[in-house]
């Protein structure tokens, strides 16, 4: 997606609907009226992707004290999903975007490189949605240290 295309804050979140962990579903239209966390990541129970998902378990608590769920999302099977859920104890959705559509609206589906290999795959970035439905803030190419504090600085914020 080239640049002036990629969503900025203030714009209007894109639907979805996804199938989650836990045999359940989440859609846009479950959070009318409420802000949230959509975080997108590479792969399940891998080393950056496991401490961000454990940082943001850690912080639920904070996060719902704020009025917002946390919904993470990658493109990989609900059964996957499941099981980096429990292996990790994590309490909140993981959304399967397998088919792309998600993670191609959302502009983060991206060419990466990887020792000079070009290949395609999820660029590490969270979406804070407003009550809105509008993008309150985005944070693109996110390192995992310090990352969750800041989503959830700006989050209380709201």
Known sequence: MPDEQLLQDGSIAPDFSMATSRGRHVSLADFKGK?????????ADTPGCTKEACGFNEALKAFEGAGLTVIGVSRDPVK???????????TFPLASDAQGDVTEAYGVWVEKSLYGKAYMGIDRTTFLIGADGKIARIWR???VPGHVEAVLEAAQAL
Do not use: E, N, S
Not at 35 to 43: A, G, Q, R, S, T
Not at 80 to 90: G, I, R, V
């Open 35 to 43: 802000p949230f966390v959509l975080y997108f990541y590479p792969k």
């Open 141 to 143: 190419k996110v390192k």
């Open 80 to 90: 996957k999903l499941d099981a980096f859920a429990d292996k990790y104890h994590l």
